[in-house]
Each structure stands twice: as C-alpha cells, then as structure tokens.
C-alpha cells in the first residue's frame, strides 16, 4: 500500500470495527504519539495502541465518516496528511455526530508506511 492508501485503510478499519487491520498500521516505535479528543486520550509508544485502539472499538458503533477534505503529501520515507470529516456514530450508545479534524504522519518502515503520529480534535459542526 502506499502512504495514502495506508491512511484510507485506517479509517476503513475504523468503520468496520477491526483493532488488527488498525493497529497493522501502526508503528511500534517509542516515539508513536496518537492524540485524541478526551481529556487524557493520549498514547507514547506504538506498542500501547492496541489497547487504546479496542476501547475505542468496544464503545462504538455504526460508525459512517464522510470526507470533507483529505490531503497527504509524502517525501522519500515521511508523510503527512490533514484531512477533514464528519462522524456518526453511537458512542457507549448514544448517537453523535462530529465535525472531526485529523492530522498525522507516517513512517515507511521495511517499504510498508506505518502511523507515527495522530492528532484528532472536534471542530465546529458543519
């Protein structure tokens, strides 16, 4: 896959509910950092995304994401991307709808682009 097909993949994965096609596009590295939108929702180190990553799955459902915008950019072995999108879904069952925003960078590693970094914050509905 390349870089942006890695990315595409991760929200598949999302929608689907599935923690291994997810944390596959992770990287193990110390310096993975996945920032969320809670207070606390934080990871360091790549190796402590699997357990984040299946809280999120067991708490939601029905999860749609409609792309406003996506943009990656890659140069040699790095990549970054910026998207906007818009989530519904039930969290710990009950229904919401969020104006998502999502950057991230991704590494290749062995010639497969894993997830370094991810930063998620809500923005204003549209």
Known sequence: MNAY?????????????????????MSLVDHYVKIGTEPGEHIE????????YQRIITNAADITI????????????????????????????VPEELA??????????DGTWKFVQIHASVGVPA
Not at 45 to 52: F, H, I, Q, T, V
Not at 100 to 109: I, S
């Open 66 to 93: 409609e792309y406003e915008h996506l943009d990656l950019q890659e140069r040699g072995d790095v990549a970054w991307f910026y998207t906007r999108q818009i989530w519904r879904l039930k969290w710990h069952g």
């Open 5 to 25: 097909q890695t990315v595409k993949a991760y929200f598949d994965a999302l929608i689907v509910g599935d923690t291994d096609r997810l944390i596959k596009t």
């Open 100 to 109: 998502v925003r999502l950057t991230g960078v991704l590494e290749k590693e």
């Open 45 to 52: 180190g790549g190796k402590n995304a699997r357990d984040y």
